[in-house]
């Protein structure tokens, strides 16, 4: 049944919202991303990063129903993760994300044809970031690889030297710069992948002399914070700490106090001291939502940027979804790509 928004005011959707979780009690769980907006949150039974989202799709077994409040990608996984008798739902299959866009499947499998017949067969392990395609965790899987988020990325690309010599890290440059870096990898030991391009636009040698190849993705919402940003609020705010989000270019990081996953970000304001002052360089509606947490500190954004693909997901279409029970915007992986996406994600979930 479709829902006409029309006909309905704020307080009558929410209203129903609660019905239809009162109705599906222990059933249904609402998974929440930390960059939905504060009413999806407020109607949810769990918000985290991406990786605990998907630790918990794993570990909730009591419940038929699961309605993921984040981007495709999420419900993806959570998806491949679930018991086979649960039903995940998106409440807006719209709900993309431009990062995951940036690496397609074939143009990954030419890309390791062309890497492995430069620097040999079996000297490389793939690493995929949770933001992509199931089909390739899939490939990752299948090629000995695993998944990371971007609280665990450090030690995924660890746990990938632990099986060959060279890691192919994508889609994301940036949170894989980040955590070359964070290893101790020179920055000329890191090249980078451009997609069409033959070699990625690189010469043999620099391939074989790299240890980590990044392919050439980034988000759209975090390359928007700049060094220049950063220099600004150090200068109006003397006193602030800044925190940023891995998926912020290397430069950004490095002048940054600190940098974590979005999960990170939020004990890091939890943990500040009363009157300290936060500055924060992630997606708006997290810290829109921290700034109304913490009145007692002064949350501020280092620049607005909000996630549209996030801000698809609405008090609308979760009520739609919870009225469509088990129906509506079902999310499913073609069995011949759950089981490889089902190894790299489980390679990632031993890590912890
Ligand atoms: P987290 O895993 O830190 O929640 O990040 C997800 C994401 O998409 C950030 O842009
Ligand atoms: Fe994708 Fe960036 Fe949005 Fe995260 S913030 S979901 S990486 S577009």
Not at 239 to 267: L, N
Request: some cysteine; aromatic content about 8%.
């Amino acid at each position: 049944m479709r829902i006409d928004k029309a006909q309905l005011n704020h307080s009558e959707i929410i209203d129903r919202i609660r019905t239809g979780k009162r109705q599906f009690g222990k059933q249904l769980v609402i998974l929440t991303h930390h960059y939905q907006r504060k009413e999806i949150v407020d109607l949810g039974d769990f918000v985290g990063d991406s990786f605990e989202l998907s630790r918990k799709a794993a570990a909730d077994r009591d419940c038929r129903y699961i309605i993921f409040c984040g981007v495709h990608f999420m419900a993806e996984s959570a998806a491949i993760l679930a018991q086979p008798n649960q039903v995940v739902q998106i409440p807006n299959v719209e709900a993309g994300c431009w990062m995951a866009g940036m690496a397609e499947a074939e143009t990954v499998r030419s890309a390791w044809e062309q890497i492995e017949s430069v620097v040999g067969m079996g000297s490389i392990s793939p690493v995929v970031y949770m933001n992509s395609d199931a089909e390739l965790k899939s490939f990752c899987g299948n090629h000995g690889g695993l998944v990371c988020t971007s609280s665990n990325a450090a030690k995924a690309v660890r746990w990938a030297f632990g099986q060959k010599e060279k890691v192919l890290f994508f889609p994301d440059q940036h949170l894989g710069r980040n955590v070359g870096h964070d290893l101790g990898i020179a920055p000329e030991e890191m090249v980078v992948w451009s997609p069409g391009n033959v070699l990625g636009g690189n010469d043999p040698d620099a391939l074989k002399r790299a240890r980590i190849i990044l392919w050439d993705g980034y988000c759209l919402v975090h390359t928007r914070f700049t060094v220049e940003q950063i220099e600004k609020m150090r200068s109006e705010f003397p006193e602030a700490r800044i925190v940023v989000h891995p998926e912020c270019t290397r430069e950004v990081v490095a002048r940054a106090d600190a940098c974590g996953s979005t999960s990170y970000i939020v004990k890091y304001v939890k943990e500040a001291p009363p009157g300290s002052t936060i500055v924060i360089g992630t997606e708006i509606n997290l810290i829109n939502r921290l700034a109304l947490e913490y009145p007692d500190r002064k949350v501020l954004d280092l620049h607005y940027s909000l996630c549209p693909n996030m801000f698809k997901i609405n008090l609308v279409n979760l009520l739609q979804a919870i009225e469509n029970i088990g129906e509506l915007n079902v999310v499913k992986v073609p069995e011949a790509t759950k089981a490889g996406a089902r190894l790299a994600l489980d390679r990632m979930l031993a890590l912890a």
